[in-house]
Each structure stands twice: as structure tokens, then as C-alpha cells.
């Protein structure tokens, strides 16, 4: 049997870029030639993507579609189509087109090289503001300071997964997702694979300045308990100031009998103390919100729709990635 080749899309709002996306995706796919099959997963659009996607599908049985019941995130997004996709080798690549689909057939030589993940190394970030590439830069560097797992600098999704680090990809059931924080602790044999990042083709940017910073610290907090070490060592830090402090004011009031300094520094040292303590059990906080959400069971997605797939399996709390189907058939959703 020959080898199948996935190819997993996720969309948000894409119309705009989906025509010209899918023409340079089936044009690559093609020159490969290599049996291919491409999901596209509908992350609960509000333009015309599901109505292009389910077009695309009724045209070409090899390109199956997922539409999620509402947005779930990019991250969610993806893992769907890894639960759903049968390939050999399954590669991520997003329809914005800043990631060249070309560079595929070469993430294709690492695979038949031995790798079990071949990642796009950015060298060059095309279209993108200097504060993007600082803090970008910066993201990187800090979360490989403080994750256990080391994660490779200027990556992105983009990449190529062998059949066994998909199914151990899809054996992990955490709901708060950093799909290259999870890639990298699958392990295996990965190598880099250099390419030089587009201008998005068309369309808007899906990850403005809020969102960034929101997936900046799940990653960290995903993939690091140095937060929580923060916490603690605060904590001490506080201890040891108040332990000094103390004993400066018992010798000023039994030995100097100076008096005891005046209210600003009683009042500095309770905003000290109030804001510290409210950092530390905000960050606590976030842990506990995590384990609150994993204690819950539900399903990391819906799915409305399929086109071009067998049913879709049932929620069920044990299962790797838990996914789940809602009514809505084979069609594009309502």
C-alpha cells in the first residue's frame, strides 16, 4: 500500500486566501507525487470559509473538511485535524500562505531520512513589524529558559510529524494546548528544516497583541512550573525583608530608643506585602483555573460537519484527545 501523505489546514475567516491557498497547495502536492489527502478545519468562521471548503470538498474526495461548532482556537483547531488525519507523514501548515507550501517536499527528504519531525526553521520574517520580531524573539528565548523540555528558537506549527509522533501527539489529552511545546516533548528524531517566511497573502492577522501575550503564557505556564517556583521564592524573599526589618525596629526601640519610623514606611511595606501576596495567589490561580478545566472532562472540540470523512468519533473522557460530535451531518453546518 503506498504511503499517504495529510495535510492539515487550519482556517479562521480565511476566504479571502482559500482559493489561492488550496491552487499552490494541490500544485506542490502534486509535483510531489506522493498520495495526498488535505483537512481543512473550519475553526467556526463567520465570512465564507465552510461554504468554500465544503465546495472545495464536493470536488475532490481527497479533501476532507471539519467544521468545528464555533472557534475553539488555533490550537484546537490543529489538533483536530491530527486526531482525524490517516497519513503516513502529516504536515501543519496554516492558509495564510506565510509559510510556503513548497518547503514540504523537503520536510518530505528529512522524513524518508529517519526524522519523525521536520520543523520550519524561520530565517527571515517577511511582512511582520520589528516589535513583532522583537517580542517573538524574546518569547522564544524566555520560554526555553524556563520549560524543562527545550523548544527550538523561531518556530512556529509548520512541520512535518512521522505516523508515531502524531499518535503520540494525539495520546496526550491536556486541554490547554502549546502544540510546539507538545511536539517537542514527544521527542523522536527532529531536525530543522530552514525556510524564509512570506507577507500573508490576503486577509488579516489572526493573533493581534492580546492574543499573543495570552499564548505566550499559556506556553510558559503549560510547559513550566517556574511561576509557581516564583511564588515560593517571593515568598521567602518577603520573609527574610521582614525578618530584618523586624529586628531593626526592636533594636531602635530597646537599645537607640529612637522611635519607631513614621507611617510611610509602615505603609510601603503593607502595599509591598498586599501586592506581592496578590501576584502570588494570582499565579497560583492560573494553575489551579488549569487543573479545574483537565478535572472536568469536556471535550476539547465540537464537530458540527464533515465532508469526505467517516464519522467522527464520540466524546468519551478517557480518549486521548476527546473529541466530539454534535448533529449536523456530512453538510456544511447552519
Given amino acids: 500500500m503506498d504511503q499517504l501523505l495529510s495535510v492539515v ?30 483537512l481543512y478545519v473550519d475553526d467556526g468562521s463567520h465570512d465564507r470559509t465552510a461554504e468554500l471548503l465544503m465546495a472545495l470538498a464536493a470536488g475532490d ?12 482556537g488555533h490550537q484546537l483547531a490543529v489538533t483536530a485535524g491530527l486526531n482525524h488525519a490517516a497519513g503516513s507523514a502529516v ?11 513548497e518547503v514540504i517536499a523537503t520536510m518530505l527528504d528529512r522524513w524518508r531520512e529517519g526524522y519523525d519531525v521536520a520543523y ?17 524573539r524574546l518569547f522564544y528565548r524566555l520560554i526555553n529558559r524556563l520549560s524543562d ?62 492574543r499573543m501575550l495570552r499564548f505566550a503564557w499559556d506556553g510558559i505556564v503549560s510547559f513550566s512550573d517556574a511561576p509557581a517556583r516564583f511564588a515560593t521564592t517571593v515568598g521567602f524573599v518577603v520573609l527574610a525583608i521582614a525578618v530584618v526589618v523586624a529586628t531593626q525596629v526592636f533594636i531602635a526601640y530597646f537599645f537607640a530608643r529612637d522611635p519607631v519610623p513614621g507611617w510611610t514606611s509602615t505603609f510601603l511595606a503593607i502595599l509591598f506585602l498586599g501586592g506581592m501576596q496578590s501576584l502570588c495567589i494570582g499565579i497560583l490561580g492560573e494553575y489551579i483555573a488549569r487543573i479545574y478545566r483537565e478535572v472536568k472532562r469536556r471535550p476539547l472540540y465540537l464537530v458540527a ?25 456530512d453538510a456544511r453546518p447552519s
Fill in 305 to 329: 460537519a464533515t465532508a469526505n470523512l467517516p464519522e467522527a468519533p464520540q466524546g468519551d473522557a478517557d480518549a486521548g484527545a476527546r473529541p466530539c460530535r454534535v448533529a449536523g451531518g
Fill in 149 to 210: 523540555v527545550p523548544i527550538p528558537l523561531d518556530v512556529g506549527d509548520f512541520r512535518l510529524l512521522s505516523r508515531r509522533a502524531v499518535d503520540a501527539f494525539n495520546a496526550m489529552p491536556e486541554c490547554d494546548r502549546f502544540i510546539r511545546g507538545m511536539v517537542a516533548w514527544v521527542g523522536f528524531r527532529q531536525v530543522a528544516v530552514p525556510y524564509a517566511r512570506d507577507r500573508r497573502h490576503a486577509g488579516e492577522s489572526k493573533y493581534p497583541l492580546r
Fill in 91 to 101: 504536515v501543519l501548515i496554516d492558509a495564510d500562505l506565510q509559510d510556503p507550501p
Fill in 9 to 38: 489546514v487550519p482556517c479562521f475567516n480565511e476566504a479571502p486566501v482559500l482559493p489561492a491557498t488550496h491552487e499552490r497547495l494541490t500544485a506542490v502536492l502534486a509535483a510531489i507525487g506522493m498520495p495526498w489527502e488535505i
Fill in 61 to 72: 474526495e481527497r479533501v476532507k473538511v471539519i467544521s468545528l461548532s464555533r472557534n475553539f
Fill in 120 to 136: 520550519g526553521l524561520r530565517t527571515q520574517r517577511a511582512g511582520e513589524s520589528q516589535f513583532k520580531r522583537w517580542t517573538a
